[in-house]
């Protein structure tokens, strides 16, 4: 496969050119590519609420930043929280 990635003029690469004849190898190994939606509910929130795949990214990358940040709770504190005794899990 000889992909052709592509630059903006600060150089980053914004996009990649695959040539047709890889395509049609790519759809014929994954027949519902065309599909492929960021729109598509991927997921659902603890509340039941759907997710797209972009939502979904986003959720998982703030989340990413708070451990990061240290911004988070152990098993034995998020256990006090609810009521529960850690030692008993």
């Not at 150089?11 to 590519?33: A, Q, R």
């Not at 929130?45 to 451990?67: D, H, W």
Request: hydrophobic share 35%; charged share 25%; aromatic share 10%.
């Amino acid at each position: 496969m000889s992909l052709q990635v592509i630059h903006d003029v600060q150089g980053n690469d914004v996009g990649v050119f695959i040539p047709m004849e890889d395509w049609m190898l790519i759809k014929v190994n994954y027949p519902d590519i065309d599909s492929f939606s960021l729109n598509k509910t991927i997921a659902y929130t603890t509340s039941g609420q759907p997710l797209t795949k972009k939502q979904y990214q986003k959720l998982v990358n703030e989340g990413i930043r708070q451990c990061k940040e240290g911004k988070y709770k152990s098993l034995e504190q998020l256990s006090e929280d609810l009521g529960y005794n850690y030692a008993d899990l």
